[in-house]
């Protein structure tokens, strides 16, 4: 297994874990805390696509699919691109309010079309190419893909936790 096939094996388990946490749930239900100032199912959908899109446009000097579409406004957002949840508010993410549980998938599946594409093109020495010098030691391609898709299974988890909790 080459490491393109191993990235793209890796993140191609997400598509799977996101629609099993939002799929069937109402609106309602994806917008609400299980617990006041608690993470919403929308909230952490919504936080671990716009993690993957963000570092995704930075490796490919490509515009995000979260600013290049509509999605902001199916989200009941404004397209910031430097939004991405961090340091979010309870307020904050009540905001995050889904149409509907496809808005985030197809969000999701966006932005996992796009990173399959740039995973294709990676070589095994691509990984230690450093692409952000403002960590000590400096973080490299391949650490910072791991990075992300811990980011992104960990919240996946979470929302399906919550899914749970709501009795979805």
């Given amino acids: ?9 890796a993140f191609g388990r997400l598509p799977g874990l996101v629609r099993t946490a939002v799929e069937g749930l109402s609106p309602e239900q994806l917008r609400t805390p299980p617990a006041e100032g608690a993470n919403t199912v ?17 490796l490919t000097g490509a515009e995000q699919v979260y600013t290049s579409g509509d999605w902001a406004g199916r989200l009941g ?20 309010r889904p149409e509907s549980s496809n808005v985030l998938v197809d969000y999701y599946q966006a932005v996992h079309e796009q990173t399959l594409s ?12 450093v692409v ?4 000590d030691p400096p973080v490299t391609l391949g ?19 919550v899914r749970g909790l709501l009795g979805g």
């Fill in 42 to 58: 929308a909230w952490l959908v919504w936080h671990l696509t716009r993690i993957q899109d963000g570092h995704l446009a930075e």
């Fill in 77 to 96: 957002l404004k397209p910031d691109p430097d939004d991405n949840g961090y340091g979010h508010t309870s307020a904050q993410v009540l905001a995050v």
């Fill in 132 to 135: 952000d010098r403002s960590w």
């Fill in 1 to 9: 297994m080459n490491v393109n096939e191993l990235l793209a094996e």
């Fill in 143 to 161: 650490v910072r893909l791991v990075s992300v898709l811990n980011d992104d299974i960990q919240h996946a988890g979470q929302a399906a936790y």
């Fill in 118 to 129: 740039y995973l294709a093109g990676l070589s095994a020495g691509d990984l230690d190419k």
